[in-house]
Each structure stands twice: as C-alpha cells, then as structure tokens.
C-alpha cells in the first residue's frame, strides 16, 4: 500500500507541474511582433540598424523572439493610413512611428489600443494633440520628441560664422517640412541673409534641377531642412552641393559622412537607440501612458575638412575649437 500510495503521489505532482512547465516553455518562447512605419527610408538605413541593434542588446532576437513587421510608405504619405492599418490588422505589439507628423497622424488613426513609440522630427506633438504632457502623456503613444525648429537660427549662424561674406542662402524643402522653411525664413530675416526657397515637389525629387535653381538664384550657400526623403538621398544632395560650389549646412551628421559641408542637429543614432528602450518597457508591460516622453538635450557640430577644402574654404579655427567631430 506505501509503495502504491507514494506511486499516486508522484504521478499526482507530475501531472500538476506539467500545466505549469507548459506555460513557462510558451512564456519562455513567446515572440513579440514589432511594427516599423517608414515614410521613405530603408530598412537598411543606418537609424534603423541602430534601433534594431539595440534591441538585441536588450536581448531580442529577431526570428526567436522578436519578429519586424516593416512598411515604408517610399515618399508617397497619402500611402501611410492604409500601411498603418495592415500593421494593426497583423495585431503587433507595438507600432514605431518615426518622423515627421504624418507618420504619427496615420498610427493614431489606426489604432488607440497598440501601444505607439514616435520619433517625433519637426513638430509638435503636445500641440499637435497627440499626448497630454512630457511627464504623462496618456493615451497609446510616448517615445521621443525633437523640436528641431529650434535649431534653425543657429544652424544659419554657424553657416554664417563660416562664411562671413555670404548674403544670399538657399533652403531646399518639401511639403514635409514647411514648418522648418517658416523658421528657416524668420531667422533669415535676423541675420540680414536673403533666403531663396527652392522647392521640390513629386518624389522622385530632382535634386540636380534643384541645385541648378539655386545657382541661377545666384545662391552662395544652402541650408538642407530636414526631410524624410531627403536623407535617403543624402550622398547625391552632398555631392551636388559640391559641385555646384554651394557649401552646405545640415541637420544630421550622416549627411557630412556622405560628405556634406557641416551638420548641426542631434544624434539620430541615438534618438533611435531610445525607441529601442521604450520597445522594450512596453513589450515587458508597461503603459504608453505612465512612460515620460523624452526629448534630446545634446546637439552635435560635425565639420568635414575634406568637403571644404575641395570647395576652397578655410574653416574659422573658432567652429574647429567647437566641433564634436572634424572628418579629415
């Protein structure tokens, strides 16, 4: 009878820690599905590898426990609010929503119930509607927020401070950034510079034509604003800036890596590792809600010698001393 008895008492245990094995093997095993929506850049661009990058940090792997489920609108954002839409029909556990405004716009209608991390560039979004406040901002959505117009006098400044003598800057722009073409001119004014807008319109975007624009406009520099379609094709906006003797002034510092004048702006590398922070809060089981919204308070000058000698300029050893990184 003991040995009977102590039989149906191990079998009873098993059968009672089998359910609980079970649950801790699918636990162990679940795999998160992570939405990314893109109004024009690649997967392979470089902001994306770093988010991606340091989400295996955090120990997501994708094809074990994470999966990506990326849509890129290829500049045409009338095609955001339908790609948004698959995401939350595919059920992801979080969509990120990296850019300008309408990137975020076309989340918030698709869903008030996934959890949504921006990237906010170029605008607003407590003044936009879209959260409450930095410290709560409610609803589904938090991530990180960049008011890059704040920037933009100083960004003429330091195009200014490099070149003394110029009077006469161009700004390429496009229907995403005419916030930034407001400023841009309102700063201009300050400065005394006389600004020519040279707009693009209908993506593919004709940069050669654009440039050609600018020095007919008897332009003697250029400021690039910051557009989603611009930064894809930044080797090519570099390039041409140089060979049409306009020394340039950026927002990123990808930009003056494919060889660009000068870059004032954050780190996008970085805005981008902090997606990846905030992924990883909401996939452990925090709230969009309760996560403050974070806003950059490091900006970075990045001067490339080699561009500016192959234009013909002498930096001022005053922006040297005050650059975060000179490419040789």
Known sequence: MRSSNVGSVLLTLSLLCAPLTSAGAQQATKVFRVGLL???????????VAFTQHLQELGY?????????????????????????????????????PGPEATLRAARQATRTIPIIMLAINYDPIARGYIDGLARPGGNITGVFFLQLELTAKRLELLKEALPQVTRVAALWDAYTADQWRATEAAAQSLGVQLQAVELRHPPYDFEGAMGIAVRERAQALVVLSSPLFLPQRAQVAELAVKHRLPAIFLFREYTE????????????????????YVDRILQGATPADLPVEQPTKFELVI?????????????PSLLVLADEVIQ
């Open 258 to 277: 494919a060889g660009g004048l000068m870059a004032y702006g954050v780190n996008l590398h970085d805005m981008y590792r902090r997606a990846a922070y």
């Open 304 to 316: 490339n010698l080699k561009t500016a000698k192959a234009l013909g300029m002498t930096m001022p």
């Open 61 to 97: 792997v994708e094809g074990q426990n994470l999966t990506f489920e990326f849509r890129n609108a290829e500049g045409q954002a009338e095609r955001l609010a339908d790609l948004a839409a698959e995401l939350v029909r595919l059920q992801v556990d979080v969509i990120v929503a």
């Open 38 to 48: 893109s109004t024009g850049n690649p997967r392979s661009a470089p902001q994306f």
